[in-house]
């Protein structure tokens, strides 16, 4: 490794979230400095990223957790760390960037580097959406917009997708058995609501382990484009993580959200938030406000406005990765 190596490290075992978001940048990298030097150490197979994508790295390695930081520890490179607690980041040599997305303030200080400081935090959300106290993390903590592959609305040359139901986020047992108690209610009292047959297509992500819902009637993987499976659809059902979400913005398919409990990741409010901007979002105690909104949009389909969502986030991530080489 060299100064111009940046190795980009997240976790894949809780989702690809982490994963997109790297990889995203890593393309906005690669466009503006075609001759770095790109690896990606990550402690799972980056399975539901494209091989196509993925060929932006020069190198991708697979380390345990707690190994990852060893990997780096003598880099004189830049290390770009997505939202991750990683033992031995205090010894690597290179310049430290930490991707710090949205986060509980009683947990920001976990991502401290012990003695020391990271050289730069990006936040990749506008300014006035959420800008933590940093102060403990690093002197230099900027907001660089969303960082999102933007998908644009449905095309008159797309296979149309129906009616579908993302579940990737439900990748934890504990978790489906949280969140598809919930989407079963729900599908089947929009049937008994609607009173005619519809089809609703499942899609899964590889760390579901194939686990499907009584109320599917098809069971996918959408791979590395369910991006185009949202732009695809007549509807989406799904949780609301932060790729999906703005992805499902950037198209102009209408949209439930529903939120599942994480350790960083406060769902409940990005519901809140972008549901009603995308179609509608699921709150427990208003269930029949979902089962309205969403036999509605299957009895009589319409479209919405794309959102904008503001500068690239991912290009503005990638000026300041590189103004500290």
């Known amino acids: 490794m060299n100064k111009s190596t940046l190795s980009f490290l997240a976790t894949g075992r809780s989702g690809i979230g982490h994963l997109r978001r790297v990889t995203t940048v890593a393309h906005a990298l690669r466009r503006k400095a075609k001759a770095l030097d790109l690896q990606l150490i990550t402690n799972a197979a980056p399975a539901g990223i494209a091989c196509d994508e993925l060929g932006v790295f020069d190198r991708i390695l697979l380390r345990p957790r707690a190994e990852m930081a060893q990997v780096v520890a003598e880099a004189s490179g830049i290390l770009v760390c997505d939202t991750i607690e990683l033992p031995g980041i205090e010894r690597a040599a290179g310049r430290k960037v930490l991707i710090l997305r949205e986060t509980p303030a009683d947990r920001i200080a976990s991502f401290r580097i012990p003695g020391g400081l990271w050289d730069r935090v990006l936040v990749p959300n506008p300014r006035a959406h959420w800008m933590p106290d940093g102060s403990a993390l690093s002197t230099s903590v900027e907001p660089t917009g969303w960082i999102v592959r933007t998908t644009g609305v449905r095309r008159a040359s797309d296979k149309p997708a129906g009616i579908v139901v993302a579940t990737g986020g439900g990748g934890t047992e504990a978790t489906r058995n949280l969140l598809y108690p919930i989407l079963d209610r729900l599908l089947a009292d ?67 959200l529903l939120p599942i409990p994480r350790s960083l990741d406060d769902q409940a409010a990005r519901v809140r938030l972008w549901g009603p901007k995308l179609g509608h979002g699921y709150a427990p105690k208003q269930h029949d406000a979902a089962v309205d909104w969403l036999s509605a949009q299957i009895a009589r389909p319409t479209r919405r406005a794309p959102i904008v969502l503001g500068a690239d986030g991912a290009a503005r991530a990638a000026e300041l990765i590189l103004d500290l080489l």
């Open 190 to 256: 929009t049937r008994g609501r609607i009173g005619a047959p519809f089809l609703i297509r499942q899609a899964i992500g590889p760390r579901a382990g194939g686990a499907q819902l009584a109320g599917a009637d098809e069971v996918f993987d959408p791979g590395g484009d369910l991006n185009l499976t949202f732009r695809a659809a007549d509807l989406v059902i799904t949780t609301a993580g932060y790729n999906s979400v703005l992805e499902l913005a950037t198209t102009d398919t209408p949209a439930l």
